[in-house]
């Protein structure tokens, strides 16, 4: 019955998080010390943020942009629920702000065209018209409905009277390719 122990631990964490996090909501520095460390040392925001985020290698810094979030608005904590369902929209929030300050700096350059989703890329028109007709004719309705013109899946299955599984496919196999070609292109 080992995992039975795991959750009561699961559940005592949760509760000592909880304790902790009340007296640090009522100015007690030594438990917003041991709150803190607590969630560092269970790796409580490490498994949020890193169940939000691709990059690995950012899990840590977020993290740690969560913790002083926490830190600064522990006071508003009210013992409502569970203190980790406090602490998940906190790291919602970090993750988004960091993930905006990483699309606003990174700037598409031409090198990293291929390699970028198409609804993002920022080709010329011509090299684009020149690839989309280089593309076996099955793969470009669906390319240019969803990705340009953006319709939703469903849509483009009824105006192509295709199911979806298929257009989802075609989508995904036209992206490919025409990444193929782009960069050959280049």
Known sequence: MRGG????????DEAALSRA????????SAALEELVETLDRLRIVQRMVGSMLLDLDTVDDVSQEVLISIMGSIRQY???GKFSTWVHPIAKRRV?????RQRDATALE??????????SMVAS???LRAALAELPEKYQAPLILRDLEQLPVAE???RLDLPEGTVKAQISRGRAK???ILGAIE
């Open 5 to 12: 122990n795991a959750e009561a631990s699961g559940s005592d």
């Open 156 to 158: 483009i299955a009824a």
């Open 125 to 127: 028109r011509t090299a």
């Open 21 to 28: 996090a009340l007296k640090a909501a009522d100015g007690d």
């Open 178 to 180: 025409l990444e193929t």
């Open 78 to 80: 009210r013992g409502v």
């Open 110 to 119: 031409e090198t990293d065209l291929p390699a970028q989703r198409f609804s």
């Open 96 to 100: 988004a702000d960091h993930l905006r």
